[in-house]
């Protein structure tokens, strides 16, 4: 059963990978005008209470690395400021995207299509097939993260380390989560911001788990070592 799930895990995130080259045209698009700027007229700006809401909502999936021995306050100093002049970007003043603009801005260039659009809190705001496939992905790590959080805390005055529940089918279900959601704001907002920060945000989780697992082997020799070779990484 935990090997069919191992491998049903496996499927669906190939899947997921796969959906962008299904939809090559409009994702081509939405990198496009991000990255070159030709977005500049059609995003939200000065809207600063959504860029506090969404600091202090992502800031909390900051809270699960508290409960790991090896995280430190740099890196969550990093992921920190990654979150907010992301989100300052987004909702407030658009600074990577006015830089790429003055440079990069092609006049009468075809805008990918919203599949969605809504208001929330005033703003209207709408996601073409990128930004949507983005927020799937982010809601995807979001629920990694939140359940490691769980299978954490309920192990957490058990002996030994953490090998049950969501641990049992991958030794970093909640590092898989923070690449899914660094992955996902990539999609969505394909920037200068998110360009520069998002292999090194993806390495920092791949360091921060191979080091805690040094410690691991170190603290728990043949059980982790045996638990090690039977469960996947990442996935």
Do not use: C
Not at 27 to 49: E, K, P, R, S
Not at 72 to 90: H, P, Q, R
Not at 182 to 204: D, N, R
Request: overall charge positive; aromatic content about 18%; hydrophobic content about 55%.
């Amino acid at each position: 059963m935990r090997t069919w799930i191992i491998g049903i895990n496996r499927l669906l995130l190939a899947v997921l990978a796969a959906v962008p080259f299904l939809f090559l045209k409009p994702f081509y698009l939405h990198f496009h005008v991000y990255l070159t700027g030709t977005v500049i007229n059609g995003i939200v700006t000065d809207a600063w209470h959504l860029v506090l809401i969404s600091i202090v909502v992502f800031g909390l999936f900051l809270i699960p690395l508290t409960y790991r021995k090896r995280a430190k306050w740099v890196d969550y100093g990093l992921v920190g400021a990654f979150f907010v002049s992301l989100f300052i970007e987004m909702f407030g003043i658009p600074l990577t995207i006015l830089f790429a603009s003055k440079f990069l801005f092609v006049p009468g260039t075809e805008m990918p299509e919203h599949v969605i659009a809504f208001k929330f809190m005033g703003v209207s705001l709408g996601m073409d097939h990128a930004m949507t496939y983005g927020f799937v992905v982010m809601l995807i790590g979001m629920a990694l993260i939140v359940a490691g959080w769980v299978s954490l805390y309920t192990q957490v005055r058990q002996p030994g380390f953490a090998g049950k529940g969501i641990y049992q089918y991958a030794r970093h279900p909640q590092y898989l989560g923070f690449v899914l959601l660094v992955i996902g704001w990539f999609f969505g907002w394909p920037t200068i911001l998110t360009l520069i920060f998002s292999p090194i945000l993806v390495y920092k989780y791949i360091k921060a788990a191979r080091s805690e697992e040094a410690d691991m082997l170190r603290l728990h020799g043949e059980t982790y070592a045996a638990y090690r070779k039977s469960t996947p990484f990442l996935v």
